[in-house]
Structures are given as structure tokens and as C-alpha cells.
């Protein structure tokens, strides 16, 4: 079992969306009894596309809500950096490309022993974690 789960962007967008959350979503989250976590890598993701539309409000209710549901942000360590980085060179040599920020989303709950809920499993699917659609069938 995981210390905790870390929250993908992508599932993190979905409470600061216009339309909300899926049922689904709302379900899950209401249910949680598990530490969460985001990486700094997406508090920076979610900050700054709040910045590009320029919903500063709603970048402010973000960081507060953070605050209140007492989600900790990650750092990126050096550690962390590393492990990123072999696996950017493991799927360079198989082939596969991947993102720098999903890399070191991944290396943060990798190195924490998170699970990681998001809306694009594929991203995470070569790491040794739990990475899950909280929106899909599995709540």
C-alpha cells in the first residue's frame, strides 16, 4: 500500500474547471482517506496556466485550497532529478519519448512511495507505482 496519493495535474485542473468536477471525481474524492500530495512540478503547471488565462483569482482559491486540505508540495531533490533522468534515458532506449514534467512527477511519487491519481495512466504506466483514473470505474 502507498504512504499516500500524489495528484496528477490533470486531476487537479478538474476542480478549477469551469464545469467541475465529474461525479465520478466528487465520489472518490469525498471517500479518500489517504495523505495527499502534489509535486512542485504541478503546482507550477497549474499556477502558471492560471496565470496564462489570467484568473488570478482563481490561482489565489487554489493555494488556498491547498492550505486547507492540507495537500504538501514536493520538491523536486536531487535525488529525484536522477531517478527522472535514468528513465528519460530508459525510454530513449527503447524508444519511447517522455515528458519532462510527467518524468519528474513520476520520479517524486516514485521516490516517496505515492500512488499517483490522474487522468493519463499511460504517462505514469513504466514506473513500479499504483497510477489510476480516479474518474474512471475504479473508484
Known sequence: MSKGILLDTTVISQFA???G?????????SELDQRLY???????EVIAGLHE??????????????????IEILPVTQE????????????????QV????????GA????HGLSVATANVKDFS??????????????
Open 21 to 29: 468536477p465529474s461525479p465520478k471525481m466528487v465520489e472518490w474524492f
Open 53 to 70: 488565462i489570467q484568473a488570478f483569482q482563481t490561482a489565489e482559491k487554489f493555494k488556498e485550497l491547498l492550505k486547507t486540505l492540507s
Open 126 to 139: 513504466f514506473w513500479e507505482f499504483d497510477a489510476f483514473d480516479p474518474a474512471s470505474s475504479r473508484v
Open 108 to 111: 517524486t511519487a516514485y521516490s
Open 38 to 44: 502534489i509535486s512542485a512540478i504541478n503546482y507550477y
Open 17 to 19: 474547471a469551469k464545469s
Open 98 to 105: 517522455r515528458k519532462m514534467a510527467d518524468l519528474l512527477i
Open 80 to 95: 529525484i532529478s536522477e531517478q527522472a533522468a535514468i528513465e528519460r534515458g530508459r525510454g530513449k532506449v527503447t524508444g
